[in-house]
């Protein structure tokens, strides 16, 4: 079992900066790939972005390519997304997930094993 518990969510105007983190804990870190995906209100969970079980690897929706940076510190087990120039339409909930190494990047949800609870995330224009 891996728990997984985001935190740094909040308000923030269109164009600032907000750094998600999610903190794992169970099995070993380094076993999974992470990813970040997201859910805004009457929509479905789609993929954000998702980092490698070494960090080398990185792959992100192209709608948030060139503002978003996903990272790891596998020492602290510990996912980040550090989110910039937002946008209202990046308004959602934000989930962390854990992904057992298989073929890389996963982008779909079933190749996830563990969710975290989720983070609100709201940008006012």
């Known amino acids: 079992q891996v728990q997984l518990v985001e935190s740094g969510g909040g308000s923030v105007q269109a164009g600032g900066s907000r750094r998600l983190s999610c903190a794992a804990s169970?099995?070993?870190?380094?076993?999974?790939?992470m990813g970040w995906f997201r859910q805004a209100p009457g929509n479905e969970r789609d993929f954000v972005a998702t980092?490698?079980?070494?960090?080398?690897?990185?792959y992100y929706t192209d709608s948030v390519k060139g503002r978003f940076t996903i990272s790891r510190d596998n020492a602290k087990n510990t996912v980040y997304l550090q989110m910039n120039r937002l946008k209202s339409e990046d308004t959602a909930v934000y989930y962390c997930?854990?992904?057992?190494?298989?073929?890389?990047?996963?982008?779909?949800?079933?190749?996830?094993?563990?969710w975290g609870q989720g983070t609100q995330v709201t940008v006012s224009s």
């Open positions: 997930a854990a992904a057992p190494r298989g073929s890389y990047p996963p982008t779909l949800q079933y190749e996830y094993d563990y």
């Open positions: 169970g099995r070993t870190f380094t076993s999974y790939a």
């Open positions: 980092i490698s079980w070494s960090g080398s690897n990185r």
